[in-house]
């Protein structure tokens, strides 16, 4: 596996760089509260103060059209692809921090499974804002450097990641169903698959430590 950028033409798969934002009072707004840990990952899906910032309707109106959406973060230290999940929609990430997306298709999975060799790395700069579309299988961010964390805004549709909804499973799909419009495909050697969230990532958990 080799790390591309975001800015390659390879990331149009799965998305594209978000340009003319002023995110910098945002990233500031981050960083002064919010924790980066230096042994896991964080993740808060809606946050006041982050979408109190004027940048919040901007992010809205011009990316999703209007539709209610919601403003969280992703912060911490990891090197890990340990599942993927996706939603309905495409999802927003603006890095305060270097971080390495791992990501791959959801057009690759077959029957509920994908082997891991489908990942692709891209580095997105500090600063950046990307896209990344519906059929983009993410999971938490990768650091950049060793043993540095990152921190990461993540915005989606409100409601997003919340309770999963109670639903009477009518295809295999629908097993995969892990929180309020999120689909999670888990590799067996992760605290998710011991929790019960569908094992579908076969291969190794791919582990980028020794190509940052």
Known sequence: MK????????FAAYGKVVKGFDFSSLLATLEANSEKPADSVIYVPSVDILEAESVFSEIRDNCYGGMPIQIGYCNGTNTKLNCFEYHRDSEIDIAADDVILLVAREQDVIDGQIDSSKTEAFLCPKGTAVELYATT???APCSAKKAEGFRVIIVLPKGTNEEMPSIT???DEDKMLWAANKWL????DTAEAKDGAHVGITGENIDIIDLI
């Not at 790390?3 to 390879?10: H, L, M, P, T, Y």
């Not at 495909?185 to 067996?188: L, M, N, S, T």
């Open 3 to 10: 790390i591309q950028s975001v800015n390659d033409q390879a």
């Open 137 to 139: 299988l993410h999971y």
């Open 169 to 171: 499973p009518k295809n």
């Open 185 to 188: 495909i888990a590799h067996k």
